[in-house]
């Protein structure tokens, strides 16, 4: 049996008081973040924290929520899309492990570093310039080895090659130069 129609206008939502609103599980983690802020600030003893946990795991409305939190210095947020409350704001957020991407997101590539593509790049440039960007590709090589064990970047397969490549055609340059002074 469906009930009566309230006078006025219909299409007029019934005001809601803002502590019967349903609480949503965002609302719910907040509201244990505060009492984890709590409780690890000494303010509420381990059986306390953990009664109110739980409580707040199983909270429907804010009125609820809020009733967790109302001797805290910090309580939950009181309505949707507010701001939030300061001890909220000046926390950063957690920072995500290495390689995690969040779903639907595309995949974040990091930076090359510029040393190891130069030194591969010289490397390679030898067969053009006779060997002459051997000892230049050498050292960057050395350089972009020891730039990616600080920095967060892409290249040490560049790098690799073009110490290898760097090494031999120095060497062969080095050998021709003897054999040239040598036979000269």
Same mark, same amino acid.
Do not use: C, I
């Given at each position: 049996m469906m009930q009566p129609m309230p006078p006025g206008n219909p299409?007029?939502?019934?005001?809601?008081?803002?502590?019967?609103?349903?609480?949503?599980?965002?609302?719910?983690?907040?509201?244990?973040?505060?009492?984890?802020?709590?409780?690890?600030?000494?303010?509420?003893? =381990?059986?306390?924290?953990?009664?109110? =946990?739980?409580?707040?795991?199983?909270?429907?409305?804010?009125?609820?929520?809020?009733?967790?939190?109302?001797?805290?210095?910090?309580?939950?947020?009181?309505?949707?899309?507010?701001?939030?409350?300061?001890?909220?704001?000046?926390?950063?957020?957690?920072?995500?492990?290495?390689?995690?991407?969040?779903?639907?997101?595309?995949?974040?590539?990091?930076? =090359?570093?510029?040393?190891a593509t130069a030194s591969l790049l010289l490397g390679l440039a030898q067969l053009v310039s006779v060997g002459a960007t051997g000892l230049p590709a050498l050292i960057c090589g050395v350089i972009a080895k020891n730039q990616l064990r600080t920095r967060d970047e892409e290249g040490d397969g560049m790098a690799t090659a073009g110490i290898i490549l760097g090494s031999l055609g120095t060497v062969l340059w080095a050998f021709f130069f003897l054999l040239a002074i040598r036979h000269g």
């Open positions: 299409w007029q939502r019934p005001v809601v008081p803002q502590s019967a609103m349903r609480a949503s599980q965002a609302d719910r983690e907040r509201t244990v973040d505060v009492l984890k802020a709590a409780f690890a600030e000494g303010r509420l003893s =381990t059986d306390e924290y953990h009664d109110r =946990t739980e409580r707040a795991q199983y909270a429907q409305t804010y009125g609820q929520l809020g009733l967790l939190v109302q001797d805290l210095p910090v309580g939950p947020m009181p309505t949707p899309m507010m701001a939030p409350p300061p001890a909220f704001a000046a926390m950063p957020p957690p920072a995500p492990p290495y390689g995690y991407v969040p779903p639907g997101w595309p995949p974040v590539r990091r930076r =090359t570093n510029g040393a």
